[in-house]
């Protein structure tokens, strides 16, 4: 399937006046509308009227709804997976990769769907019963991210979709058109099922006002935010200052701890695929690794020599492992911080731009092995590139502490052999970072654990465990069946 046919598929038609490239060649594909302060305004006025509707289905029938939106999605997984890699530069398997994340978490939503309990709750009153219940939010704003277009949106939507709220996306204004086809499908399935109120699920897209826009409104009580850190920083006062909830997961600075006894084929695959996979854009992407001095010569002069090999080029490829980064911008930032690098005193192999004479509007780079003395401001800097700063160590307990030295908390893993050592990680003076793997990549996470992290990773969770509760509002309901009316604490209060 070529673009045009792609966006046939999901009935896209050019509509608008904002040009969307493609990263792959700078070539325009579509072209879309921007909402402003007033359809954003109107849009929410929807939402509300869909909430009060949507909040009265029995939460097993509204995971229905989450299934046949699954469905379609397993029908359309190829279109859409590729109209993702035409749209953010993702190589075909990460776009495929993507879809099926949606599809995972549509899954987990459904059989959530049947599980959205509460407690009871012993009562010190005699004839009482205390109960915690768990009710739906409201509507729910969804910020995304260019570098997963679609599944960081489905993680928020199918769970706030089975809790009874209604969703607003604001998607990157970088990848409009897969929110665009997500919305297509979203459609068709709410037609299927009897029952789903209008504008249940709304995109609206333009730029940082539009998202601002949605974060100072009341009528959006949880606000969840994908994004960079300075994103967060911005958008997250907004949403407090008139204590609405956000759900932040925003930048990381992911590390591995290569130890001694690792298995050292299994670290330098799940090195590639974390520090190279994405290009490098991913939040749970590898950009820190420390090495123990016994086997830093021998594992880092194999990771030069397989990133020399590594295939770069066109995504939609199928020999691609690397492809383009989403933008000049983010070429500029790679480029800042490898030369920030250098200043201090960085050894850099790689880096630098290539495929010019075949791609000149877009952006292919080399992704680059910094060898690092020390943790430098640069390496404590999340760059959302292909870069990866590699430090030796010679303690275990030294390798933890300079990980968790930096301002990220998202995610973190030990290759090890020793038992001591992986439980040490992730003890409690272990990895500080939401996500802790032993002999894994820090990438590629499951939907079924809680996905998001600590200090400027916003602390926010989203996706499986009891990430849910965030999508719902808790009441303590107690009721008294008795003929009397004793008061808690045992207070007397008698006229
Ligand atoms: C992100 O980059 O914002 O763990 C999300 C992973 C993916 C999600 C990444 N499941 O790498």
């Not at 398997?93 to 978490?105: K, R, T």
């Not at 969703?167 to 709410?190: D, G, M, N, Y």
């Not at 590699?390 to 300079?402: H, P």
């Not at 992290?453 to 602390?459: S, V």
Request: with cysteine; aromatic share 8%; proline share 5%.
């Amino acid at each position: 399937m070529n673009t045009s046919d792609i966006l046939a598929h999901f009935g896209l038609k050019p509509s608008g006046t904002q040009i969307v490239h493609s990263p792959i060649d700078g070539a325009e594909i579509g072209r879309v509308a921007y909402d402003d302060a007033k359809s954003v305004e109107e849009k929410i006025g929807k939402s509300v009227q869909a909430f009060k509707a949507w909040r009265e289905v029995p939460a097993p029938k509204r995971g229905e709804l989450v299934r046949l939106f699954g469905d379609d999605l397993r029908a359309n997984k190829e279109p859409l997976g590729r109209l993702v890699t035409l749209e953010a530069g993702k190589i075909v398997q990460e776009g495929l990769g993507e879809v099926q994340e949606m599809i995972d978490i549509c899954d987990f939503a459904v059989g959530l769907s049947r599980q959205l309990y509460g407690l009871t709750i012993a009562s010190e009153r005699p004839g009482h019963r205390m109960m915690e219940q768990w009710l739906p939010a409201g509507v729910v704003g969804i910020v995304s991210a260019f570098n997963f277009p679609v599944a960081v949106w489905a993680w928020n939507a199918a769970l706030a979709l089975v809790c009874g709220d209604s969703v607003i996306w604001k998607p990157s204004e970088k990848t409009p058109l897969t929110a665009l086809a997500c919305q297509v499908l979203f459609e068709r399935a709410a037609k299927r099922f009897a029952g789903a109120p209008a504008h249940l699920s709304q995109v609206i897209l333009g730029l940082r006002d539009v998202g601002e826009a949605m974060a100072r409104d009341p009528r959006v009580p949880v606000v969840s935010a994908t994004g960079s850190t300075r994103m967060g920083r911005e958008l997250a006062p907004v949403v407090a200052a008139r204590f609405g909830k956000p759900i932040l997961e925003l930048g990381g600075n992911n590390a591995m701890i290569v130890a001694p006894s690792a298995k050292l084929d299994l670290a330098l695959r799940a090195i590639l695929f974390s520090a190279v996979g994405t290009a490098g854009q991913r939040c749970t992407s590898l950009r820190r690794l420390f090495v123990h001095d016994s086997i830093y010569d021998t594992l880092v002069p194999q990771l030069k020599a397989v990133y020399a090999k590594l295939p770069i080029g066109n995504p939609l490829d199928q020999s691609t492992l690397v492809g383009p980064l989403i933008d000049k911008q983010a070429f500029d930032n790679m480029e800042r911080a490898l030369g920030s690098a250098r200043d201090e005193a960085g050894k850099i192999s790689g880096g630098g731009r290539v495929l010019t004479d075949r791609f000149p509007h877009a952006f292919y780079v080399k992704p680059a092995i910094v060898e690092m003395k020390d943790q430098t401001p640069t390496v404590c800097h999340e760059t959302f590139a292909p870069i990866l700063y590699v430090m030796r160590y010679s303690k275990f307990d030294e390798a933890v502490a300079k990980q968790n030295a930096v301002p990220q908390g998202l995610s973190s893993c030990i290759f090890t052999q020793d038992m001591q050592e992986a439980e040490k990680f992730v003890s409690a003076s272990g990895s500080d970072c939401g996500i802790a793997n032993v002999n894994i990549g820090p990438s590629g996470a499951e939907i079924g654990g809680a996905f998001g992290g600590e200090k400027e990773t916003g602390g926010g969770r989203e996706s499986g465990s009891d990430a849910w509760k965030a999508y719902m509002r808790r009441q303590t309901a107690t009721i008294n069946y008795s003929d009397a009316l004793p008061l808690a604490q045992g207070i007397e209060f008698a006229v």
